[in-house]
């Protein structure tokens, strides 16, 4: 009887500072997943019995009496945003320490990020379906180093997200794997000194993590990606070529939300040699550079997933949102997943057109920086920025017309550098809002607003301010 007693007492706790906060996401379980099949499709068995759990609060109560200085400096690490957070950052040097770029560098992060949305989903299921209360919650002598979670404490949403993007980055860069179990590690030891998740919270957030990661890399292993290029694109005039081209199969890889690659193909560019293709390439030859352009091309140079990171980072921090663990491995996920699907629309425009690039049409024109190894059409980085500010608008509507601002300079930042063409631009721009489209509608959000920003596409970059 006292125990049965003590465990109402802790769920009767729990409920009282729930309805006092605030649940975080209680139905966030239900939500839409992008590989396994849902969220009750991963629950775990139930967490320990009483006498468990007070054994686990002693271990908890010797790990707070011991903290150091530098388990305080690694609690605050890892507890900084959400527990996707210090994951896609992680991502993010992998991506550049290996120099994966256009469609393998989205690649990556959108396995990672859909395998932390997925991860997210499936812990939020077990949370509630179990409501176990939070050390604190259950024995109020527990000293916590940190705020706790408005959430149940099982499994651990930290060591769910950083098992699964642990087991893909292994899976993407083997020769890390080491490196990428230390963190996990870490991350695990941050958790139990912050006395803020009982031990077999932890150990089922693993378990959990690692089940959702594999099932990611399962599908990741049938994308195509790994299929060899046998052909050729000879030298010939007016014609895009090239001796190393730059993924030249990655229009025919397997999406996330398109039906395919080459579902929203885009019209063919003006052809060369007519007046219209004369405007475009007269419209790079003839633009002044400025400081300013010369900036913007070349912050944008480098990467068109960093720039939007930093974005979704900014608006998660600045809304509150980086404390919803559920929600911001979603908008994670839908800000990859959007840059993915569009840099496989893209690519398969680019290799169905081979249009040249400027300096390509015109030797007088020179680029800022050395010229890509793919076609000119679409700009990629427009692409890519148009898909991420269709999806954001979603998240964020009140700042549609920043995303909108955001997602022009990235694909006008290609112009000023002399390597597109302002159509390249236009027509990226576009391609990406309406993969956002299919994105929205795929992880079960409504799109209304971007209807908004597909109107508002016809502000093109072409009628920017120069």
């Known amino acids: 009887m006292k ?3 003590r465990n109402w007492a802790g769920l009767a706790l729990l409920l009282t500072v729930q309805q006092l906060h605030g649940a975080i996401e209680p139905k966030a379980g239900t939500w839409k997943t992008w590989v396994i099949a849902n969220g ?20 908890l109560k010797r790990r707070i009496s011991q903290r150091e200085p530098a388990d305080i400096d690694a609690i605050h690490y890892w507890s900084s945003g959400s527990p996707a957070y210090r994951w896609i950052q992680i991502a993010q040097r992998e991506v550049a320490g290996h120099g994966l770029g256009g469609p393998a560098g989205t690649r990556a992060m959108s396995l990672v990020a859909a395998a932390m949305n997925d991860a997210m989903v499936a812990a939020w299921d077990s949370k ?7 050390p604190s919650q259950t024995d109020a002598s527990i000293s916590t180093a940190i705020s706790v979670p408005d959430s149940p404490s099982y499994p651990s949403e930290h060591l769910t997200a950083a098992s699964a993007a642990g087991a893909v980055l ?12 230390a963190l996990v590690a870490a991350d695990r030891e941050s958790r139990l000194y912050a006395g803020t998740e009982f031990p077999s919270d932890v150990t089922a957030g693993i378990t959990l993590g690692q089940m959702v990661g594999q099932d990611v890399i399962a599908w990741a292993r049938s994308d195509g990606s790994d299929t060899k290029f046998i052909g050729s694109f ?8 090239s001796s190393n081209p730059s993924f030249p199969l990655a229009g025919s890889w397997s999406t996330w939300a398109l039906p395919s690659g080459s579902y929203l193909r885009l019209d063919p560019p003006p052809a060369f040699g007519s007046p219209a293709m004369a405007a475009q390439i007269a419209g790079v030859k003839g633009f002044d550079r400025t400081v300013d352009t ?25 809304t509150g949102l980086s404390n919803n663990p559920p929600k911001a491995a979603q908008v994670y996920a839908i800000t990859m997943v959007a840059q993915h699907d569009a840099s496989i629309a893209c690519w398969d425009t680019k290799y169905t057109y081979l249009e040249l690039r400027p300096p390509q ?7 800022l920086f050395p010229l890509p190894a793919h076609p000119s059409y679409p700009s990629g980085h427009a692409c890519a920025s148009g898909a991420a500010a269709g999806v954001l608008a979603s998240a964020f509507p009140e700042s549609t017309a920043y995303f909108l601002d955001r997602a022009r300079e990235g694909g006008i930042s290609t112009f000023y550098a002399g390597i ?36 508002a596409r016809d502000a093109t970059v072409t009628n920017t301010p120069q």
Do not use: C
């Not at 009750?40 to 271990?59: N, V």
């Not at 010369?294 to 600045?318: C, G, H, K, M």
């Open 170 to 181: 292994s899976y993407l860069f083997p020769d890390r794997k080491a490196a990428f179990d």
């Open 128 to 134: 509630y379906a179990y409501n176990r209360p939070r």
């Open 3 to 5: 125990r049965q007693a």
């Open 40 to 59: 009750s499709s991963h629950r775990l068995k139930g967490p320990p019995g009483d006498a468990e759990t007070q054994s686990e609060l002693g271990e």
């Open 420 to 455: 597109h063409y302002l159509n390249d631009v236009d027509a990226g721009i576009s391609l990406g809002i309406s993969v956002a489209h299919f994105v929205l509608q795929k992880a079960g959000l409504a799109d209304a607003v971007t209807d908004l920003a597909m109107k």
């Open 294 to 318: 010369a900036r913007i091309a070349w912050v944008w140079q480098a990467s068109f997933i960093d720039p939007w990171l930093d974005t979704v980072n900014r608006y998660l921090f600045e």
């Open 361 to 367: 049409a015109d030797p007088q024109i020179t680029p």
């Open 234 to 241: 000879p030298a010939s005039p007016g014609v895009w070529s």
